[in-house]
């Protein structure tokens, strides 16, 4: 059933119509939707992080749920939530203890549980998070023996506004389907991202199945290595993202199977022509599973 946030005729203190929006709360065990006790299993994973930079930064909130899904993508079953905090021993930056409510105080002592939670995420057909470009690093750099795993992205792997939503940020996400949690915390961004893949469309489909139908193709990551400077808007209007991590300094963009040739003449022409004056002669070009994606 499509939960869309809905909207009550009425007079609310003389506002006239009013949305009505409901807590979330997603109870451990079967939802009462889909065929049986669905034989897949999934887990959402969000952290909290001192700053934004995984090679210097660390962990301070690890949440994540599993969760089961039958052949129509279609969550029937929600496991037990798990959250665990962890002291960095040093001292939260003032934006991240207001972005996250986490003090310095409740974090002392703390310590993830990395046996059990590397455990869970090894249990699973793969691991989702609403931004697994940022997740995924800060979670493997973590929990090292949970590298390598399946990974899918709610928030690059659905197409929302198909949907009739408007942006991709969780949280808005969620208001638009008629709910709000508590605030910026790794467990209710996980409840969130739970329920948002459990969003149907005019025909029915789950956002689930829509990211993993996505997510299992592979695409290929094209960097455009060499370009010249005064090239920077065209790639950005062409859908390229600026990575200078790792060293790297370089525009990039991710497409599918059936878009690379194109991508591979447009570039050829607009970036690796003579005139367009590129410090290399082609782009590098790099497969990518949902082994490999989000690194």
């Known amino acids: 059933m499509n939960m869309q946030a809905e909207f009550v005729r009425g007079d609310v203190d003389g506002e006239g119509d009013v949305r009505v929006l409901r807590p979330l709360r997603l109870s451990e065990g079967a939802t009462g939707k889909g065929v049986g006790r669905g034989l897949h299993v999934g887990v959402a994973i969000d952290v909290e992080t001192t700053g934004l930079d995984a090679e210097t930064g660390k962990v301070i909130e690890l949440a994540l749920r599993r969760f089961r899904y039958d ?38 002592g703390c310590a993830i549980d990395e ?3 590397t455990k ?10 609403h931004n697994s470009a940022f997740d995924r690093r800060w979670v493997e ?21 198909a949907r009739r939503f408007d942006g991709r940020v969780l949280g808005y996400l969620l208001l638009q389907y008629g709910f709000y949690h508590a605030g910026h915390r790794a467990s209710a961004d996980v409840d969130a991202l739970i329920q948002m893949l459990r969003h149907e469309d005019v025909a029915g489909r ?28 065209q790639l950005r209007a062409r859908g390229y993202r600026w990575d200078a991590s790792a060293g790297r300094k370089v525009w990039w963009r991710e497409v599918a199977d059936d878009q690379l040739a194109a991508e591979g003449s447009w570039l050829a022409a607009n970036v690796y022509a003579l005139d367009a004056q ?13 082994r490999t994606r989000f690194l």
Do not use: Y
């Open 71 to 108: 052949a129509d993508g279609v969550i029937t079953d929600i496991d037990v939530a798990f959250e665990w905090r962890e002291d960095p021993c040093e001292r939260l930056d003032p934006a991240i203890t207001a972005l996250t409510g986490l003090t310095d105080a409740d974090l002392a």
């Open 115 to 117: 046996v059990k939670a």
């Open 120 to 129: 869970l995420l090894r249990s699973a057909s793969f691991v989702v998070a």
């Open 141 to 161: 750099k973590r929990l090292p023996g949970a590298a390598g795993l399946n990974w899918c992205c709610s928030m690059r792997q659905i197409d929302w506004r």
């Open 206 to 233: 789950t956002a689930l199945s829509e990211m993993i139908e996505t997510g299992s193709k592979p695409t290929w990551i094209v960097r455009a290595i060499g370009a010249h400077f005064d090239l920077k808007d």
């Open 278 to 290: 590129p410090q290399k002669i082609c782009p590098e070009i790099i497969r990518v599973t949902p």
